[in-house]
């Protein structure tokens, strides 16, 4: 934890308490208080600010169509980043309106599948700017995961084969589908969105890209957090097209594939029921 004396160094003052509170396993997290208000600040060790460029690309993003936290300032200081944004009281809410507003996001559309810089992060993604969606979900998010698991000893030649058939696939479809890049929260499990303490939904700790929507969908449909009123309300906003519940398995299998890089074989299983299919 830093100390005292770098939190004063902070544009926030006077500062009067410093607590420590989750930020997910990235970053260290703080609730700092002044006679303005609580603040929600990250810190990076040794890193410096443009650690979290895409943060602060991403919430200005999302802040189109999105209730997001304010980011105060960022910077650098003492060789640690920091990132200070406004401190949302949380509260609870409807998922219904939850469906709204990522509905509202997804309908914030680009020409092109990617982003206009890569992430440099614990798992590899390029986000070069693709005509294709399945050449850019194919190349630049599948199979970076299955070389590094291969490299870690995650993988295994029954593994590969499925998987092979799985991005024939997908890259089959996607020559004779269209798809429509939409902005995409990136991280979109339960842990990042929130209620306010008026009942509003926000989203936070984003991964932005332009993508298939139904990418982003398919990560509420993993971990939990996301109820039928949440899907309820998304198609009120933005009705889905037909075969999705078809393809949502491709897009699972990203996120357990990237689990199984970070934690290892405990998501194999997961990562081979979907694989057994194809």
């Known amino acids: 934890m830093p100390t005292q004396s770098w939190f004063n160094q902070l544009p926030i003052k006077p500062i009067q308490t410093v607590t420590p509170v989750s930020g997910g396993d990235i970053n260290e997290a703080y609730r700092v208080t ?48 920091y990132l200070i944004l406004s401190w949302l009281t949380t509260g609870t809410g409807s998922q219904r309106d939850l469906g709204h507003l990522v509905a509202h996001v997804h309908q914030i559309h680009a020409t092109q599948f990617g982003f206009d810089h890569d992430v440099v992060g614990k798992l590899p993604k390029h986000n070069t700017w693709q005509a294709n969606w399945g050449n850019f979900y194919v190349h630049q998010r599948l199979e970076p995961l299955a070389e590094r698991a291969a490299q870690h000893g995650l993988w295994s030649a029954n593994r590969q084969g499925h998987f092979d058939q799985l991005c024939h696939l997908i890259l089959d479809f996607y020559r004779t589908h269209s798809a429509t890049a939409s902005l995409l929260h990136g991280d979109l499990w339960a842990g990042n969105y929130l209620f306010t303490a008026d009942g509003k939904p926000a989203l936070i700790d984003p991964d932005v890209l332009y ?17 039928a009123d949440f899907y309820a309300g998304y198609q009120e906003v933005y009705p889905l097209t037909p075969g999705t519940e078809d393809r949502l398995p491709w897009y699972q299998l990203y996120y357990l594939m990237a689990h199984l890089n970070l934690f290892g074989e405990s998501y194999g299983g997961a990562v081979d029921r979907i694989l057994a299919a194809y």
């Open 34 to 81: 002044t006679p303005t208000g609580p603040y929600f600040v990250l810190v990076q060790p040794h890193q410096t600010e443009a650690f979290y460029t895409h943060e602060i690309e991403g919430l200005r993003l999302l802040g189109q169509a999105a209730l997001v936290p304010e980011v105060i300032a960022s910077g650098t200081l003492d060789d640690n980043a």
């Open 211 to 227: 993508g298939d929507r139904e990418f982003d969908l398919a990560m509420t449909t993993i971990f939990g957090g996301f109820d």
